[in-house]
C-alpha cells in the first residue's frame, strides 16, 4: 500500500512541478508592509531535505523566492508566507493571489509571532467572501503519513495559547492553511537557532511533510 501511495504521490507531484525538472520545492512569498518575509533562512530547505530523506518524493532542497504577480509565482503551486511583522498586500496583489489560489494553487501561512493580525486583515481583501475555519484534530492532515493525535504540534512557545491550524477552502479543496501558535518554521530552522529539543524539531519537520503531502493528494 505504502508504495502505491508513493507512486501516486510521485505522478501528482511531477504534474504540480513548479521547476523545469519537476521536483517539488517550495516559494517563499517576499510580500511588502515591513514584516520580516526572509525570517528562518535555513527553514525550507531544512524541510525539503527531510522530505527527501523520509518520502519517495524528489524535491530540490532549495526554496524559491517570488513576488506575488510575478512569473516565478504563478509558476509556484505551493507558496510559503511568514514572518513577525506587518504584511500589505495591494488590490492587485490581493486578486493575483485570488486568483492563483483557486486555480489550483495552494499557501501555508506561518505565523512567527505577530503576524496573526495583519495577515487576517490582508487575507480578507483576498478573500472577502470566506472564513477562515479551523481543522478539527481529526483533520486528515495530521494523520495522512505522520500521525498527530491532538492535531497540529506547539513547536516554540510564546504566550501560552494553543496552537490552531485554519484553513480556507475552495469547492471543498484546502487552498490556504494558516498555521497559529504553533511556529512549525523555528522547528524547521538549523537546531542551534532557537535551542528547540530534537523532539519538537521532529514533530514540527514531521508536519511539514504532512502539510507537503496533503496537499499533493487533494
Not at 516559494?27 to 515591513?34: K, L, N, P, Q, W
Not at 510559503?80 to 493575483?96: C, D, P, Q, R, V
Given at each position: 500500500?505504502?508504495?502505491?501511495?508513493?507512486?501516486?504521490?510521485?505522478?501528482?507531484c511531477l504534474l504540480k512541478g513548479a521547476s523545469e525538472d519537476h521536483n517539488f520545492t517550495?516559494?517563499?512569498?517576499?510580500?511588502?508592509?515591513?514584516?520580516?518575509?526572509?525570517c528562518d533562512p535555513s527553514s525550507l530547505?531544512?524541510?525539503?531535505?527531510f522530505f527527501n530523506s523520509n518520502t519517495d518524493i524528489p524535491a530540490q532542497e532549495k526554496e524559491l523566492i517570488c513576488k506575488i504577480g510575478d512569473e516565478l509565482f504563478f509558476k509556484s503551486p505551493y507558496l510559503?508566507?511568514?514572518?513577525?511583522?506587518?504584511?500589505?498586500?495591494?488590490?492587485?496583489?490581493?486578486?493575483?493571489?485570488?486568483?492563483?489560489l483557486m486555480s489550483g494553487a495552494f499557501m501555508h501561512v506561518d505565523d512567527?509571532?505577530?503576524?496573526?493580525?495583519?495577515f487576517r486583515r490582508e487575507i480578507g481583501k483576498v478573500f472577502p467572501d470566506k472564513k477562515l475555519i479551523e481543522l478539527p484534530e481529526s483533520h486528515e492532515i495530521f494523520n495522512i503519513y505522520y500521525n498527530f493525535e491532538n492535531g497540529l504540534p506547539k513547536i516554540h512557545e510564546h504566550d501560552g495559547k494553543r496552537p490552531q491550524a485554519f484553513g480556507i477552502f475552495h469547492e471543498e479543496r484546502l487552498i490556504l492553511l494558516y498555521t497559529y501558535e504553533s511556529d512549525l518554521g523555528?522547528?524547521?530552522?538549523?537546531?542551534?537557532?532557537?535551542?528547540?529539543s530534537q523532539e519538537k524539531r521532529n514533530n514540527a519537520l514531521k508536519m511539514g511533510v504532512n502539510?507537503?503531502?496533503?496537499?499533493?493528494l487533494q
Open positions: 500500500m505504502k508504495n502505491i501511495l508513493f507512486t501516486l504521490l510521485l505522478i501528482v517550495i516559494a517563499r512569498v517576499h510580500y511588502d508592509g515591513g514584516g520580516d518575509w526572509y530547505s531544512n524541510l525539503l531535505n510559503y508566507l511568514t514572518g513577525h511583522g506587518n504584511i500589505k498586500l495591494s488590490n492587485k496583489e490581493a486578486n493575483f493571489l485570488r486568483e492563483h512567527n509571532y505577530g503576524l496573526d493580525k495583519p523555528d522547528g524547521w530552522e538549523n537546531s542551534e537557532v532557537h535551542n528547540l502539510i507537503i503531502l496533503f496537499n499533493l
